[in-house]
């Protein structure tokens, strides 16, 4: 079993930045990749990014490329989500995600966090 929990969300207004963490603990040598995933009311879960501890392969959602970054620290079992530039349409629920492989569909992914909201203001 894989524990996520999820930090760092808030109201910020557009054009702001946030920083959200991710803190992986149980089996995480079993899930090397570690993703996030965001739900605003109404729509699909979207892929924002992903990224896999050995390696660093990373890989980002076309909407937020150039304004989110994704990095991790294997020691310290924690990824960090920059996120910057947000816009409005940026708001939903984000959701750190672990499974085994680095893909952009949720289904892939074996284990959730509860989610962190993130609101922009404009």
């Known amino acids: 079993q894989v524990h996520l929990e999820e930090s760092g969300g808030g109201l910020v207004q557009a054009g702001g930045s946030l920083r959200l963490s991710c803190a992986a603990s149980?089996?995480?040598?079993?899930?090397?990749?570690v993703g996030w995933f965001r739900q605003a009311p109404g729509k699909e879960r979207e892929f924002v990014a992903a990224?896999?501890?050995?390696?660093?392969?990373?890989d980002a959602g076309d909407s937020v490329k150039g304004r989110f970054s994704i990095s991790g620290d294997f020691a310290k079992n924690t990824v960090v989500l920059q996120v910057d530039r947000l816009k409005p349409g940026d708001t939903a629920n984000y959701y750190c995600?672990?499974?085994?492989?680095?893909?952009?569909?949720?289904?892939?992914?074996?284990?959730w966090g509860q989610g962190t909201q993130v609101t922009v203001s404009s």
């Open positions: 990224i896999n501890w050995f390696g660093g392969a990373t």
């Open positions: 995600t672990a499974g085994s492989r680095l893909t952009r569909l949720p289904s892939e992914y074996d284990y």
């Open positions: 149980g089996r995480t040598w079993s899930t090397p990749v």
